[in-house]
């Protein structure tokens, strides 16, 4: 079933039946995603799909339709891997990685990667094919970033450690209504067992520009703003947390850096849920710059979501 979302006028469909999929390239960081997105599809009682990308296009086919005669694909075919899912399937595309990954947003539930693959640049925190998946595909987006990043507590074989109590972070603007990041999150919060931390930062004064001398905004007070600001972040998750009563939620509205508060939520979390807010220039569309300063440096999985996502349960609901 479809509903219409009330601010956009966007019909959004159930992706429920779509399969969760990884992109893998035999690196350490695909790997990690690999494990990442397998339990994502088995929380979701969803197939996962292994899609190998070729940097390339060959001459001659390589690889059969189920990817085998694709050495990636076969290598993670024959490790003792505890596949705990009655349906995973493997793919092998040729093309362009950048083109064809966040084209395959239109097939999934989910899509999955790693922080960086094999190639690039050693330093990179965040791939080119992570960041134009965030930035382009129809689906949500979780990019599974390295253990080496500030701030990660590690166990001994080196991989994070989860964290005491599961926790998912969602990053809100409280002046937007942002339903698609607001209703992934809460059910993957369900899903999880895990609380929800919301996060919403403003800025205070409200400042005006340059030709009006940086004069405050409002005659109102900061408290007074705030509180606006906090009605306004309620009535939002209202009809969410409706949906799911089982999580519990914590709201934190600050005075502060919405991205620096998510990244550091980000060291408690098992996941951190942004909007993907795209800003639309002459030169292309752009993740918002709070999804791209997360995508940077929070040190658990980032889960990016476009306006028009929707969870199952979401759409399933026609008086919503």
């Not at 994070?160 to 409280?174: E, S, T, Y």
């Not at 939620?249 to 850096?257: F, G, M, P």
């Amino acid at each position: 079933m479809r509903r219409e979302s009330g601010r956009t006028g966007v019909w959004m469909a159930d992706r429920g039946d779509l399969p969760v999929i990884v992109a893998v390239d035999g690196s350490a960081d695909s790997e990690r995603a690999l494990r990442w997105a397998g339990e994502a599809a088995r929380l979701r009682s969803a197939s996962l799909q292994v899609v190998h990308v070729w940097p390339y296009v060959t001459a001659v086919r390589v690889a059969d339709d189920d990817g085998t005669g694709d050495p990636v694909l076969d290598e993670l075919r024959a490790q003792p891997l505890a596949w705990s899912l009655p349906d995973v399937a493997f793919r092998s595309l040729s093309g362009l990685t950048d083109t064809q990954l966040p084209a395959l947003g239109a097939e999934a539930q989910l899509l999955v990667l790693g922080s960086r693959g094999r190639g690039g640049f050693t330093g990179l925190l965040l791939g080119s094919n992570g960041m134009a998946c965030a930035a382009q595909s129809a689906c949500p987006v979780v990019v599974v970033p390295r253990p080496d990043r500030g701030g990660t507590r590690r166990g001994e074989d080196g991989e994070r450690l989860p964290p005491d109590v599961p926790q998912v972070a969602l990053g809100v603007d409280a002046a937007f209504d942002e339903p698609g990041a607001i209703g992934f999150a809460l059910a993957e919060a369900s899903r999880r067992g895990a609380r929800l931390k919301v996060v919403s930062g403003y800025s205070w004064p409200l400042l005006m520009p340059p030709a009006f001398e940086y004069v405050t905004a409002y005659e109102t007070g900061q408290r007074e703003y705030e509180d606006a600001l906090g009605t306004q972040l309620a009535d939002a998750l209202a009809p969410h947390r409706a949906r799911h009563p089982e999580v519990g939620v914590q709201v934190e509205l600050r005075n502060a850096d919405a991205a620096g508060q998510l990244v550091a939520a980000s060291q408690d979390s098992d996941l951190v849920v942004v909007a993907r807010r795209r800003r639309r220039l002459p030169i292309g569309r752009r993740l918002g710059g709070v999804a791209h300063a997360v995508l940077l440096h929070a040190v658990c999985p980032i889960a990016v979501v476009p306006e028009e996502a929707q969870g199952p349960q979401e759409a399933r609901s026609p008086e919503a």
